[in-house]
């Protein structure tokens, strides 16, 4: 038998080398950026966002102003810098909110079953009916504008989508022999979901929030857009892209594309990196 006939030896033990997923790399390099120019922004923006010169309206791009101006001449690349703080503090606060109703929700109505369960499903079914800008807009219209009222009323529209969600999670979960095990050694409802089946469904419902992250950021600049969120001289996404509305009409279209376009970003990559993350924990747990 020759040399050239001796098969290869077989590695044993050897792990397949796994492809890297460049576009959720990418995604992720997209959102930490974004996410570290909001916390720096002061010290990395040529200009302060209130910045006002009239004799600069709405410049094209320059070596003083990189993006442009806007339709008081300030610089387009620092207020969407700026931009960037209340655009996420505002998602993130709508679904801190939207979690602790939804979740709440959700898991009170697969502990408790039976009556409980119906009562909850028709309460989400109800606020389901609506469309959820209809919904935010009557809340405001009773409470008044303002990016607080915005945010808290965006979160009741997520709330329902939420609680459906961790629903049916906690409806697995609660099957699991484990459960059984701790009610019989006495453990309490409160304490057993706070403990054990919360913990157990944090991977799950982690890949699905970031994802309703990119949907709440979208949805609050839409709300910003129509004027129900935040006022000017705020640097806010959604309200810079209305502010921009009027250079439009003279073909300057700067003042809007740059925001709109930080918005798009960033809800693309949100979408991205939450799908990547949920099948990741989801293989893990």
Known sequence: ????????????????????????????????????????????????????????????????????????????????????????????????????VGTTIGVSAAWHRGWVDALLARITDVMFAFPGLLFVVLIISVFGAGSTTAILGMGLAFSPVIAKYTRAIALEELS????????????????????????????????????????????????????????????????MVQEGRAAVVQGILGPTIVPGLAIALVVVATNIVGVRLSDRLAVRK
């Open 176 to 239: 699991r022999p484990y459960v059984d095990a701790y009610r019989l050694q006495g453990v309490g409802g409160l304490r057993l979901c706070w403990r054990y089946v919360l913990p157990n469904m944090a991977p799950n419902v982690v890949g699905y929030l970031v994802v309703l992250f990119g949907d709440g950021l979208a949805s609050l600049a839409t709300l910003n857009f129509l004027g129900f969120g935040s006022q000017p001289p705020s640097s806010d996404w959604g309200l």
């Open 1 to 100: 038998m020759s040399i050239d006939a001796v098969p290869p030896p077989v590695a044993t033990g050897a792990r397949p080398k796994r492809k890297r997923d460049w576009t959720f790399l990418l995604a992720a390099v997209v959102l930490g950026l974004v996410i570290l120019a909001a916390v720096v922004a002061p010290w990395i923006t040529p200009y302060d966002e209130a910045t006002v010169d009239f004799g600069a309206i709405w410049s094209p791009p320059s070596a003083e102003h990189w993006l442009g101006t806007d339709q008081l001449g300030g610089d387009l690349f620092s207020r969407v810098i700026f931009g960037a703080r209340p655009s996420l503090l505002g998602a993130i606060g709508l679904l801190a909110f939207a979690i602790v």
